[in-house]
């Protein structure tokens, strides 16, 4: 029976890829207007390179482009780059299409839901907290939890240590198959790959199961514990 429900956060719960585009694109139009005379897509392009190697939750990005195009940092360029950002991503984080009411029928069924999530811990409580989604979730884990980042075997374990419960009586659901689905599986996960938020054109995501809507989870959960009613 399932008991244990896990979640990726970006681009499982969030649309995090349209929220990082708008407040992108708002941030370089800001530079733009207060002083970066450098063309737009040349601006985006150096803000993506950085985020490439840096990582995408670096929070320098714009410190480190004004330094690469023009030597030093323009405080009063960074700081209308940094507040169209933070403004842009208040209005465009979203959770997708029925996220909300999955999670209540999940909770309803009496299962507890975690998040296990490669973002810094401020960034994935603040986003959590944004979406007012905070209280719904047992347990948050994130990379500074548990400094290691999935694929690893470890944050997965560590869910499962909190709830008591074994890897068949838990579900993951991700939309990144080498981390999220590969993980998971290696506990003996039964895992769910979120395709409605799949990002790079996957094929074959080596999941038990795909999804196109987030509310299919709540049949998937309904057809796992009849299975299970049935066998006992």
């Known amino acids: 029976m399932i008991k244990v429900v896990i979640f990726d956060l970006d681009n499982t719960l969030t649309d995090f ?3 990082k585009e708008s407040a992108v694109d708002a941030a370089v139009e800001a530079m733009v207007d207060a002083g970066l005379r450098y063309p737009t897509e040349t601006i985006k392009q150096n803000v993506y390179d950085v985020y490439d190697r840096e990582g995408i939750e670096f929070q320098g990005v714009f410190d480190e482009v004004l330094r690469e195009l023009l030597g030093e940092v323009d405080h009063k360029i960074l700081a209308a780059g940094v507040v169209a950002y933070r403004r842009a991503r208040e209005a465009s984080l979203v959770l997708y299409p029925h996220v909300r009411v999955t999670l209540f029928e999940l909770m309803k069924r009496g299962i507890r839901l975690a998040v ?7 960034e994935a409580w603040l986003r959590l907290c944004y979406l007012q989604l905070h209280h719904m979730f047992d347990k ?4 500074d939890d548990t400094g290691e980042r999935k694929p690893s075997p470890t944050p997965f374990q560590k869910v499962l ?3 008591g419960v074994g890897p068949q009586e838990t579900l993951m659901v991700g939309d990144w198959p080498e981390r999220d689905i590969t993980g998971a599986a290696r506990l003996g996960i039964t895992t769910v790959f979120a395709r409605y938020g799949d990002t790079f054109g996957t094929v074959e995501s080596g999941a038990k199961y795909e999804i196109r809507d987030i509310i299919e989870l709540i049949e998937i959960v309904d057809d796992l514990r009849r299975e299970n009613e049935g066998s006992t």
């Open 161 to 163: 240590d909190h709830f």
């Open 17 to 19: 890829k349209r929220m």
């Open 140 to 143: 948050v884990l994130t990379f």
């Open 116 to 122: 296990v999530s490669d973002a810094p811990r401020k």
